[in-house]
């Protein structure tokens, strides 16, 4: 029957529309329109003002810039460690099932609670980590981390590489695993050394996991605005402020609506504008090999 | 038990056509092989049979009844799979029984009928076990023992055998063939086996892409082969086959390589001059010692088999397969004669493939 | 290698091993530490590793005089319905997606794929103004709906890989036995299915448990808060009171830590499946 497999899939999709679709138009329409949810006259259509807005906005350049500092150094950690962690866990060894379970844990933890969980460690009063740096000489005093005007984004980034290495080191685990064995017996007969099979052979293998995985995980992270807002709500003065947390507080503290939405869609185009920049710059680099 | 009927049967995959017009009419209680090279289409006919893909065009009918419309369900067919598809989380009772269960048929009467084939496929200590803790060949009986339960109007076989060690497939050859015996039930047997093909068949089909070549009983197809095709698939070694032209002349003849001439047992119908193709089986092939009586070969390699020799040997330019039962016959290096014998020469036109004599 | 330089690199090895397990251990650790630390001793003892003197009092609290136990129903009931729901739906589409090959199929793809990738947040305040005149907003039947569409995309991928795992002809087998596809799919499939099912479960729930922003904006009573928003009130509060919030915490992480070894074997087939997802 040709209906059948609409039949299946109807559920799924009819909320997929309904939940997701229908309002990601009407939020389209918000971001041209005075939507402010408090304000029963509000609704009316003003073209282009809340982009013009966007462009004068302070807040919203020091969120990119956040948002470019944040995304960046969360997934060059989050991967570099996730690849150590991937190689450290490919070998077997006594107890690996026990220590990948552990060392995974951290991605089961929920955001808001590992937020919390890391707002706590840098604060002086109840967490350690203040007082390790001061005795390490890093810091003058054993100050908040979080509330630094300089370094405060450090925190929610290291609570997300803490978080997010597992994510990296699974999925790059599954990657490795599936590479033949025989390849590395092969190489090691011919008299690679280790490090040149690992050049030679791994890399070349992990590659397109790695492509893809860090260009969907920079968009994911650019996005996730959790841990920002648990930790930090984007302070001290914006300090910590990026895009997504921007347009949630526009959204759940000052209920303007359309203005938020006119932000989202600005994230939007530049996530697609990126996402498009790595796949031609992934076409060019594989048409030059 | 029933007749299988199909007309001008089509199978397309968008615009690949896959099945080109098969017709084929199956006697009830016959058992039909379709044999073939892989991809040549025959598991997508079998599967249309049995109602797994649509008919995109043509008509199938059992039992003398249009089923094109109808589910697999409807079709009142059994089919045992390669893969023997046996369900992983049911016991080999459960296996069996599921399609009586599905029926709602009284316990008693499933109790009985899976006894029943237990018995006449040995499995009955295995009936609680898992498909998981059988050998290959316990599973496969467990397939057969699936289809045969439930008397069906016809069996759908797509090689059944492929996935077991050469003895075990000899043994369940036999055992499928004692089957059908008893049972009598119209069978339809996929395979790409001609050895299968020519034990199991009361008539065999050949087909090669998407084609039916040639419908026969086994030794026709054999003696017989309508075409290059079905020359060259059917037999091993391989029917040889040498490239010539016609001649008219001393009442029928082939000029081979090298100006070789070689009679036939009478005239063929076609023109003077045509191009031809003859085959002769290689255990039609007379080797001897005594040149004068044939074509100079040179044997360049020797291969016993144990029931036999095959002799593989360059003459006129050609490649000449011989096999024998005779041990010792001719050493690589040694040159001998070998003939064709007027009667055993097929005589194909090598534009059209078409048997001509 | 010789037979010292392959025991220094053993013992890199396990060394480097044991500083990720301590790295990956050490805040749920403290998370620990400070929920059982007597509020006397929490800043006086504030870098100590473990306290001199522990109390359960901070549990004691968080359980019988705090509206806890109620964000907990409430995020258990949301989150177990949204993960069933889900499931259901994701094993229907996901096997539409594994079976058949139909002109649509591309489409739906593509369309699960673009909501995978586009920023939730463009949705907070479209939703709201959806939800909130169909009383949908302060309820957790609003937050199942939602959430529930959130994670039908991922989960029906995953069910889809789960599904393609198991081979085409079993399901042949059955409808030639007698079954229609329906039966098949319910009485040969879904049963080998369950592992995967069960996965896709643990996925669910674990997303739903720790969503934040949509509860935050969708829910502002007590009555229908979660746990993600009730532990953020504490937060707001004038003073924090550490060890009840981390006491709070500790309940929170317990259901989450559960469906992880649950699910732990599912990780890799999982993410691999949907690779968006955090
Ligand atoms: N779903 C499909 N879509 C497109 N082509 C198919 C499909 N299934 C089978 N084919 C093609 O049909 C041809 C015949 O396949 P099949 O009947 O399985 O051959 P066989 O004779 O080996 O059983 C093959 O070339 C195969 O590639
Ligand atoms: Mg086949």
Redo the contacts with the bound molecule.
């Keep these: 029957m040709a209906s059948e497999p609409y039949l299946y899939s109807a559920p799924a999709l009819i909320l997929i529309v309904t939940v997701m679709l229908v309002p990601l138009v009407i939020g389209i329409s918000y971001a041209f329109r005075d939507m402010t949810l408090l304000d029963p006259f509000s609704g009316g259509f003003i073209g282009l003002d809340h982009f013009r807005a966007i462009a004068k906005d302070k807040t919203f350049w020091l969120a990119l810039k956040n948002t470019v500092y944040w995304t960046g150094y969360s997934v060059a950690l989050q991967f570099l460690f996730g690849l150590i962690l991937a190689l450290l866990l490919d070998k077997p060894f006594y107890g690996r099932g026990l220590a990948q379970a552990l060392c995974f844990l951290p991605w089961a933890v929920p955001s808001f609670l590992s937020g919390l969980n890391w707002a706590m460690l840098f604060n002086p009063v109840v967490g350690p980590i203040p007082h390790w740096l001061y005795g390490l000489g890093l810091m003058s005093a054993p100050d908040n981390l979080l509330s630094s005007p300089t370094h405060a984004m450090w925190g929610p980034i290291i609570a997300n590489v803490w978080w997010g290495i597992p994510f990296f080191a699974i999925t790059l685990l599954a990657a490795l695993q599936s590479i033949p064995r025989d390849l590395y017996e092969a190489a090691a007969i011919d008299g690679a050394t280790p490090f040149q099979r690992f050049r030679s052979i791994t890399l070349p293998f992990l590659a397109p996991t790695i492509a893809i995985t860090v260009m969907l995980r920079t968009v994911w992270i650019a996005n996730f605005a959790d841990l920002i807002v648990v930790m930090t709500n984007g302070g001290p003065a914006d300090r910590t402020q990026i895009v997504a947390s921007y347009i949630f507080t526009q959204a759940f503290r000052r209920l303007d609506f359309g203005y938020a939405s006119a932000i989202a869609m600005v994230l939007l185009a530049l996530l697609l504008v990126y996402s498009m920049l790595i796949v031609l710059l992934r076409q060019t680099l594989l048409r030059e090999r | 038990m029933a007749s299988i009927d199909i007309t001008d049967v089509r199978k397309a995959?968008?615009a690949?056509k896959?099945l080109h017009g098969v017709d084929l009419t199956i006697q009830d209680g016959e058992f039909v092989v379709l044999v073939?090279?892989?991809?040549?289409?025959?598991?997508?006919?079998?599967?249309m049979i049995a109602g797994l893909e649509d008919i995109s065009a043509g008509e199938i009918k059992i039992g003398g009844k249009r089923v094109n419309e109808l589910d697999p369900k409807d079709r009142d067919i059994a089919m045992v799979f390669q893969s023997y598809a046996l369900y992983p989380h049911m016991t080999v009772a459960g296996n069996m029984s599921y399609s009586l269960r599905l029926r709602k048929t009284a316990k008693e009467k499933i109790a009985k009928a899976i006894s029943g084939a237990a018995e006449k496929l040995s499995l009955t200590p295995l009936m609680e076990r898992r498909p998981k803790a059988l050998s290959g060949g316990q599973r496969q009986r467990v397939a057969m023992g699936r289809a045969i339960v439930r008397k069906p109007k016809a069996f759908l076989f797509?090689?059944p055998l492929s996935n077991l060690d050469a003895r075990l497939r000899e043994h369940m050859r036999g055992e499928i063939k004692k089957l059908h015996q008893d049972l009598g039930a119209t069978s339809i047997y996929?395979t790409?086996d001609q050895i299968e093909a020519m034990t199991l068949a009361d008539r065999i089909v050949a087909?090669n892409a998407?084609i039916v070549q040639q419908v026969g009983s086994p030794l026709d197809l054999y003696d017989r082969p309508a075409n290059l095709f079905v020359a060259g698939f059917m037999g091993s070694p391989a029917m040889n086959m040498f490239e010539g032209v016609y001649r008219v002349a001393n009442g029928g003849s082939v000029e081979l390589a090298q100006g070789i001439v070689v009679p036939l047992a009478g005239p063929a119908s076609t023109a003077d001059g045509t191009k031809v193709t003859l085959g002769i089986r290689p255990e039609h092939v007379v080797v001897g010692k005594d040149l004068a009586g044939g074509l100079a070969a040179e044997i360049d390699l020797v291969e016993p088999t144990g029931f036999g020799t095959i002799l593989h040997s360059r003459a006129f330019g050609r490649d000449v397969k011989a096999f024998s039962l005779e041990r010792g016959l001719a050493e690589r290096g040694d040159t001998v004669s070998v003939s064709f014998p007027v009667e055993r020469i097929h005589l194909f036109d090598t534009a059209s493939g078409s048997r001509i004599g | 290698m010789t037979r010292p330089k392959r025991l220094v690199a053993t013992v890199a090895h396990r060394a480097a091993i044991l500083c990720y397990v301590v790295f990956a251990l050490f805040p749920l650790f403290w998370l620990l530490k400070v929920s059982v630390t007597p509020n006397d001793l929490l800043y006086s003892e504030g870098v100590r590793l473990w306290p001199s003197r522990t109390v359960f009092d901070h549990f004691d609290f968080v359980l019988r005089h705090s509206d806890f136990p109620l964000f907990f129903r409430n995020s258990m009931i949301v989150s177990l319905s949204t993960a069933f729901i889900v499931t259901i739906l994701a094993s229907l589409g996901g096997y539409a997606m594994s079976r058949f090959?139909f002109r649509g199929k591309f489409w739906i793809v593509g369309l699960m794929l673009l909501t995978q990738m586009f920023p939730l947040v463009m949705l907070i305040a479209p939703i709201f103004k959806i939800l909130s005149p169909l009383g949908l907003t302060n309820s957790l039947s609003g937050l199942i709906l939602v959430y529930v569409a959130f994670n039908v995309p991922f989960a029906t991928f995953l069910m889809q890989s789960f599904f393609d795992g198991i081979p085409k002809d079993l399901e042949e087998a059955a409808m030639i036995d007698g079954a229609t596809r329906f039966m098949a799919f319910r009485q040969i499939i879904l049963p080998l299915t369950l592992p995967g099912m069960a996965a896709t479960l643990g996925f669910v729930f674990t997303a739903a448990w720790s969503e934040l922003l949509f509860a935050l904006m969708l829910i502002s009573g007590v009555d229908a808060s979660t746990f993600p928003v009730g532990l953020l009130s504490f937060v707001s509060k004038f003073s924090v009171d550490f060890g009840q919030m981390m006491a709070a915490g500790v309940l929170a992480l317990i259901p989450a830590c559960l469906f992880f070894f649950f699910i732990q074997r599912y990780l890799v087939q999982g993410l691999t499946a949907g690779a968006v997802k955090g």
């Design positions: 995959y968008g690949v896959i073939g090279p892989s991809g040549c289409g025959k598991s997508t006919l079998l599967r797509d090689e996929v790409h087909m998407g | 090959t």
